[in-house]
């Protein structure tokens, strides 16, 4: 769905979402324009509770790194 649609559905400005989330305007405003916005975890379950939806909604599964073989 992305962050800017999830806001302006509930009819918020960047403003009101930044005080329910308790983070700053200018992140949100970041956080919209990046075509692939990787937030803190943190930052993320802020904003999806403020937005009453899933942060994978948001912004998509977490990009894990590859996993290294073991050492024998």
């Known amino acids: 769905m992305g962050l800017r649609l999830a806001r302006q559905r509930r009819r918020l ?3 009101q ?4 989330a308790g983070i700053g305007q200018p992140a ?5 324009r990046l ?6 975890w943190d930052t ?4 999806s ?4 939806i899933s942060p994978w ?6 990009r ?9």
């Open 13 to 15: 400005t960047q403003k």
């Open 17 to 20: 979402l930044a005080a329910r």
């Open 28 to 32: 949100i405003a970041m956080l919209e």
């Open 35 to 40: 075509s692939n916005p990787n937030p803190k």
């Open 44 to 47: 993320a379950a802020r904003l």
């Open 49 to 52: 509770i403020a937005l009453g």
């Open 57 to 62: 909604k948001l912004f998509g599964r977490p």
């Open 64 to 72: 894990l790194s590859p996993r290294r073989e073991a050492e024998p």
